[in-house]
């Protein structure tokens, strides 16, 4: 029996747009609050686990 693969995915491909987007939006927010160059270099890596900051405190709101 052949199956579609594709839609199999469909929930993962829209999960990781919407980490992608956080992760630009983090970018933006960041870097336009840095001044230095170390704080470049922090914003880029703020940017890359912001999101997964922001998933949590959403699931402990809704938990508790």
Do not use: C, H, K
């Not at 579609?4 to 990781?16: H, Q």
């Not at 983090?26 to 870097?31: D, E, K, L, Q, R």
């Not at 914003?43 to 686990?49: D, R, S």
């Not at 900051?53 to 402990?60: I, L, N, P, Q, R």
């Amino acid at each position: 029996r052949w199956t579609n693969v594709s839609s199999n995915n469909a929930g993962a491909a829209g999960g990781g747009a919407i980490y992608g987007l956080g992760i630009f939006g983090a970018w933006v927010y960041y870097w336009q609050q840095a001044d230095a160059f170390w704080e470049y270099v922090l914003a880029v890596l703020q940017g890359l686990v912001w999101p997964a900051f922001m998933v949590y405190e959403v699931f402990s709101a809704l938990a508790g």
